[in-house]
């Protein structure tokens, strides 16, 4: 009787593909064939992909196709085991599901078969695929991770640089100049990402919106290294292509969330710090200037219809005091954080048991999935109650269960955060509100403003004021009124404008 076969040929990079690496596969999977007997039905040739991944469309039709040709199907032949599965899970959770079929791993330069000694070689050059994949794997990241750590740039550089010969980037002549300039258009405050796409455009750089705000983002840009996945963050050994100062001038332009959401883009200066949150009594953003250079101040808008009534001018060291007041105010006594994060801590335990009952009710799940795969075996090999196609549909949809359940442990696993870490960081800000917006820098502030008041605060003529804060003291609210010994309600109830 004669075998029927498909090949599966592959190569890991492009320059493989153009050169004569795929073509010996072809060949030799093709002789072989013919050697053997085989009819080949069918070869399937992945360029330029990697076999540590699944992630191989060509690898995921040939599966497909053997499963629907499975009673044509005798043999899957590849040129060597690594050019199959350089993973042991994935070599053996694939093996298995061609041996559901019917359907045998074969090697045209390996000598695996399905005796014990072929079984084991198999095994052992299944392993060895992948101790080889994981050892180059570790050495590159080593390698990588050395370079970063020492200020080189290991990937593909940004617009506006180049790779460089003694450094690791270089300024792009012809990009660099149209790349600097978006962001003193960015960091001015006079244009909204739409509007610098355009003169992007003009420039002849063509970039999408979602690409140029990834751009404006990067601190590359600012001479500075990080990869956060490696928890690494150093200076570049390259030119910075932007002043820091404007870079931070234009984080805080694109921070704009919150207050003045929605509304034409206002300079964000650093000695102009609230400027977009604080509003007068109509609800109007307050714009600043400087008077005579030397005195910094907030002022109503001069030509907003709403504002000719309340004319507000007030000295910006004077309207900053007053917020920082408002922070004071605002300030939970430390005892009320410390049961607080106390409190956060037990809901983030009380999830961690969730998710692992949730993690134990999968696997009790999975465990009579196999015991309905055990039962259906013994009813069509031993007690020859069913027929095979019978037990091969129901152990399809057995098998098609596991796999599901098999991911929904997997997602209910929690990610491996660092809470006590995150609350410490949190404690420390909550307990010194008006210290630490004192101390961050322009887009740091941005942020905790918009965090801390949501809808801004208001100037009133007196003081800065604010109707709504950030949730988080809302959760402290119940905590308060349990724990009057603590601090007194009245803590939390800051004045509104009458």
């Not at 690496?21 to 064939?33: F, H, I, M």
């Not at 604080?278 to 953003?285: A, I, K, L, N, Q």
């Not at 990610?415 to 820098?441: H, K, P, Q, Y």
């Not at 941005?446 to 008041?453: G, P, V």
Request: with cysteine; hydrophobic share 35%.
């Amino acid at each position: 009787m004669t075998l029927c076969a498909v090949a599966y040929a592959r190569v890991s990079t492009v320059a493989q593909t153009e050169g004569y690496s795929l073509g010996v596969q072809t060949a030799d999977l093709e002789r072989y064939c013919e050697y053997k007997g085989w009819t080949l039905k069918r070869l399937f040739v992945e360029p330029g992909s990697s076999a540590k991944t699944s992630q191989r469309p060509v690898f995921g039709e040939m599966l497909e196709y053997c499963r629907k040709h499975r009673d044509l199907i005798d043999v899957v032949l590849v040129h060597k085991i690594d050019r199959f599965m350089r993973d042991t899970y994935y070599h053996t959770h694939t093996r298995n599901l061609l041996a559901g079929y019917g359907i045998v791993l074969r090697s045209a330069t390996e000598p695996i078969s399905e005796d014990p000694s072929g079984k084991a070689l198999e095994g052992m050059l299944s392993v060895f695929a992948q101790f080889d994949n994981d050892v180059r794997s570790g050495r590159t990241v080593a390698g990588m991770k050395a370079a970063v750590e020492a200020g080189r740039w290991c990937w593909k550089p940004p617009r506006g640089y180049v790779r460089g010969e003694t450094a690791s980037m270089d300024h792009d002549p012809d990009l660099a100049p149209v790349v600097r300039q978006l962001f003193d258009d960015c960091a001015s405050g006079a244009f909204p990402v739409s509007a610098l796409v355009d003169r992007a455009k003009a420039r002849g750089l063509d970039i999408h919106k979602q690409v140029l705000n990834r751009m404006l983002r990067n601190p590359l840009y600012i001479g500075v290294v990080r990869v956060d996945k490696w928890g690494i963050e150093t200076t570049g050994d390259f030119e910075p292509l932007v002043h820091p100062e404007t870079f931070w001038r234009a984080q805080a332009v694109l921070d704009g969330r919150g207050p003045g959401a929605g509304k034409p883009y206002q300079p964000a200066r650093a000695e102009f710090p609230l400027k977009g949150l604080v509003r007068c009594v109509h609800g109007v953003p307050l714009t600043a200037s400087w008077a005579k250079k030397s005195y910094r101040y907030y002022q109503s808008q001069p030509r907003c219809q709403e504002c000719q009534g309340c004319r507000v001018s007030v000295r910006a060291e004077a309207l900053e005091a007053s917020f920082v007041d408002l922070l004071k105010k605002l300030q939970p006594e430390p005892e009320l954080v410390r049961i607080f994060k106390e409190e956060v801590l037990n809901v983030w335990k009380q999830t961690q048991k969730q998710a692992s009952d949730e993690q134990a009710r999968l696997t009790w799940r999975l465990n009579g999935i196999q015991k309905k795969k055990d039962r259906l075996v013994e009813a069509h090999v031993h007690e020859q109650t069913i027929d095979a196609k019978t037990f091969r549909d129901h152990m399809d949809r057995l098998r098609e269960q596991e796999a599901t359940a098999k991911l929904e442990r997997y997602d209910a696993e929690l990610e491996d955060l660092d809470v006590g870490a995150v609350l410490a960081f949190a404690e420390r800000t909550l307990c010194d509100l008006a210290g630490s917006w004192n101390r961050a820098e322009p887009p740091q502030k941005t942020r905790l403003q918009a965090l801390l008041f949501p809808s801004g605060v208001t100037w009133d003529g007196e003081a800065v004021r604010t109707q709504e804060t950030a949730s988080v003291f809302g959760w402290m609210d119940p905590i308060c009124d349990d724990e009057e010994r603590l601090v007194t309600p009245t803590r939390f109830e800051l004045v509104l404008p009458a």
